[in-house]
């Protein structure tokens, strides 16, 4: 059944998707770093932010000392960049907010959490060996070829893929190796905080030993972020034609 939400503002759409695709649009209709000045559009997130503080509940206040205005902000990692929400409080402070998260009612799971942790614990390695990749292989105008269908890509329009086993599949397999198959203990990971876009480590020595872990059991390839990845997910060992190499 369809999940009705409605906003303190008196807003509602008829399911989660169609509250979905509005904050999507709004997000789109914004350029990095511009302030919602909209007034409808401003109500509209400060009853998101309010829907936020009164669903996520193992969060920190993200409306704090009180809301002053909105903008959007490019959120930058290792190895990804997204666009997103942030909110510039009265006190001077600022922080980031997911409205997916906000709309669903429902804050990351712990396996989430700690799938995120194992992530950045291993983004410049991989972003280190897709650049060596295509320094090493890359024809004269930059591009090599996809692994799956040979066709020539740059470096944007390539995605770094774990052919076997998926990224999931070692993150599962490491917490299994330490025990941790029905939990994460406690204080392993960071709590949330302003600004932080994504969850990692605190104990800096399970970082390296997820990273060692990796090194030794992913199977990398250069694919086209255009292509569908599921295409060769009936495959439970694929051939890989040109291997991405990780530092020993």
Same mark, same amino acid.
């Given at each position: 059944?369809?999940?009705?939400?409605?906003?303190?503002?008196?807003?509602?759409?008829?399911?989660?998707?169609? @509250?979905?695709?509005?904050?999507?649009?709004?997000?789109?209709?914004?350029?990095?770093?511009?302030?919602?000045?909209?007034?409808?559009?401003?109500?509209?997130?400060?009853?998101?932010?309010?829907?936020?503080?009164?669903?996520?509940?193992?969060?920190?206040?993200?409306?704090?000392?009180?809301?002053?205005?909105?903008?959007?902000?490019?959120?930058?990692?290792?190895?990804?960049?997204?666009? +997103?929400?942030?909110?510039?409080?009265?006190?001077?402070?600022?922080?980031?907010?997911?409205?997916?998260?906000?709309?669903? +009612?429902?804050?990351?799971?712990?396996?989430?959490?700690?799938?995120?942790?194992?992530? +950045?614990?291993? @983004?410049?390695?991989?972003?280190?060996?897709?650049?060596?990749?295509?320094?090493?292989? +890359?024809?004269?105008?930059?591009?090599?070829?996809?692994?799956?269908?040979?066709?020539?890509?740059?470096?944007?329009?390539?995605?770094?893929?774990?052919?076997?086993?998926?990224?999931?599949?070692?993150?599962?397999?490491?917490?299994?190796?330490?025990?941790?198959?029905?939990?994460?203990?406690?204080?392993?990971?960071?709590?949330?905080?302003?600004?932080?876009?994504?969850?990692?480590?605190?104990?800096?020595?399970?970082?390296?030993?997820?990273?060692?872990?990796?090194?030794?059991?992913?199977?990398?390839?250069?694919?086209?972020?255009?292509?569908?990845?599921?295409?060769?997910?009936?495959?439970?060992?694929?051939?890989?034609?040109?291997?991405?190499?990780?530092?020993?």
């Amino acid at each position: 059944m369809a999940k009705q939400i409605n906003l303190p503002n008196g807003r509602s759409w008829r399911t989660q998707t169609a @509250a979905l695709a509005h904050f999507k649009d709004m997000l789109r209709r914004h350029s990095d770093n511009q302030i919602v000045e909209g007034r409808s559009d401003h109500d509209d997130l400060v009853a998101l932010l309010e829907r936020y503080d009164a669903v996520i509940s193992n969060s920190t206040s993200k409306i704090g000392a009180g809301i002053g205005h909105f903008f959007r902000r490019l959120n930058v990692g290792e190895t990804y960049s997204t666009p +997103g929400f942030w909110v510039h409080r009265t006190d001077g402070t600022d922080t980031d907010f997911s409205y997916i998260d906000a709309i669903k +009612g429902q804050p990351k799971s712990n396996t989430q959490e700690f799938y995120d942790a194992c992530r +950045g614990a291993v @983004a410049v390695d991989l972003l280190a060996a897709k650049k060596r990749h295509f320094e090493t292989y +890359g024809d004269s105008a930059g591009r090599v070829p996809c692994d799956l269908s040979d066709e020539l890509i740059t470096f944007a329009e390539a995605h770094l893929d774990h052919a076997y086993p998926t990224f999931g599949h070692l993150v599962v397999s490491f917490r299994a190796a330490r025990g941790w198959q029905h939990g994460v203990p406690a204080g392993l990971l960071t709590p949330p905080a302003d600004a932080q876009t994504t969850t990692s480590f605190l104990d800096a020595s399970v970082a390296e030993a997820f990273r060692q872990f990796h090194r030794g059991a992913a199977t990398l390839r250069i694919i086209a972020r255009a292509r569908n990845l599921a295409m060769s997910a009936g495959q439970r060992r694929p051939k890989i034609k040109r291997p991405v190499r990780l530092d020993p």
